[in-house]
Antibody, heavy 123, light 113 residues
């Protein structure tokens, strides 16, 4: 059974950066697209971007272009999401989620999901 | 980007009764080459990540009770819970994966009346 385990909660100052990790186990790592989705307090779900490790390059939502970097470490089956120039509006739970079908595509549903990482941006 | 609009925003239904949630897409999400609707439904309970219920608009994920069903095609979709159970209290989201970026509806909060 595939599991995604994320790093712990973070508290950051405005203007700083945060890097969240998502370690996968129990399945094939390279050929599945891994995505990052965030959820602000009491709000809905927002896709930030994703990466298919075997292809290497990441794909980002236009809103986050230039401010987010998604990377993968095949040796540890871990995906990372780094968000820079943090502001209070970035306070949210950040989820990693694997594509469901294994086609290595962004045209897919999300399953499973990590447990979520709360990032709080506050001065 | 494709905009998904769910209705209602919140819904209160009695135990054992039917609950229906609508999801309308700003663009067609039916892929003509395979005749599949690129739409999924999720259930999210407080403090938990979303859980996949349905994909291809109507295919239940493994282990999802058959009281959950999905219908629709093109731009109009519905999620139906045929007989509401207490454990179904949650927020429900639709998601399109027809085009990048994948987008979600704003969510529908389902409560017990």
């Amino acid at each position: 059974q595939v599991q995604l385990v994320q790093s712990g909660a973070e508290v950051k100052k405005p203007g700083s950066s945060v890097k969240v990790s998502c370690k996968t186990s129990g399945g094939i790592f390279n050929s599945y697209t891994l995505n990052w989705v965030r959820q602000a307090p009491g709000q809905g779900l927002e896709w930030m971007g994703g990466i298919t490790p075997m292809f290497g390059s990441a794909n980002y939502a236009q809103k986050f272009q230039g401010r987010v970097t998604i990377s993968a470490d095949e040796s540890t089956s871990t995906v990372y999401m780094e968000l820079n120039s943090l502001r209070s509006e970035d306070t949210a739970v950040y989820y990693c989620a694997r594509e469901g079908s294994g086609a290595g595509s962004y045209m897919d549903w999300f399953d499973p999901w990590g447990q979520g990482t709360l990032v709080t941006v506050s001065s | 980007d494709i905009v998904l609009t769910q209705s209602p925003d919140s819904l209160a239904v009695s135990l054992g009764e039917r609950a229906t949630i609508s999801c309308k897409s700003s663009q067609n999400v039916l892929y003509s080459s395979n005749n599949k609707n690129y739409l999924a439904w999720y259930q999210q309970k407080p403090g938990q990540p979303p859980k996949l219920l349905l994909y291809w608009a109507s295919t239940r994920d493994s282990g999802v009770p058959d009281r959950f069903s999905g219908r629709g095609s093109g731009t109009d979709f519905t999620l139906t819970i045929s007989s509401l159970q207490a454990e179904d209290v949650a927020v429900y989201y639709c998601q399109q994966y027809y085009s990048t970026p994948p987008t979600f509806g704003q969510g529908t909060k389902l409560e017990i009346k």
